[in-house]
C-alpha cells in the first residue's frame, strides 16, 4: 500500500485522477483524433503519479511544472473548438492545479523542529 503513504501521496492521486480524464477523454470526446492526443499524456501523468508513490522528490519538481504547465495549456483550450466537453476539460484543470498546490505544499512545507539531544543529559 505505498500509495497510501509517502509526503507526494495527495499530490500523487490527484494526478492519477488528472491522468484518467485525459484517457477516458478519448471515449467522452466521441473516439476522435482530437481527444486521442490526450492519451498520451494520460500515460506520462500515470506514470508520474507511480513514481511520486515511491518517494521520489526529484520527479516531484517535475511533477510540479508539469502540473502547472498542463493546467495552463487545458485552461488554454477551453476557448477551442473541441469534441472533448468543456466540463470535462474543467476537471482536468481542477486534478492539475490541486495536484500541483498538493505537491507545493509538500515540497515547500517548513522543516520540522527537532530537539537536540545532549550526551551529558
Do not use: C, E
Amino acid at each position: 500500500m505505498s500509495f497510501l503513504n509517502g509526503p507526494y501521496r495527495l499530490g500523487a492521486l490527484f494526478i492519477a485522477i488528472s491522468a484518467a480524464l485525459h484517457v477516458f477523454a478519448f471515449i467522452i470526446g466521441g473516439f476522435s483524433a482530437d481527444a486521442l492526443r490526450l492519451t498520451p499524456v494520460g500515460l506520462v501523468y500515470a506514470l508520474l503519479a507511480f513514481g511520486l508513490t515511491r518517494g521520489w522528490r526529484w520527479l516531484a519538481y517535475v511533477a510540479f511544472i508539469a502540473m502547472m504547465i498542463g493546467g495552463t495549456v487545458a485552461l488554454g483550450s477551453l476557448w477551442a473548438p473541441s469534441p472533448v466537453p468543456q466540463w470535462w476539460t474543467l476537471a482536468i484543470i481542477a486534478a492539475d492545479w490541486l495536484a500541483a498546490a498538493a505537491l507545493f505544499a509538500a515540497l515547500w512545507r517548513p522543516a520540522r523542529k527537532t530537539h537536540a539531544t545532549s550526551i551529558n543529559g
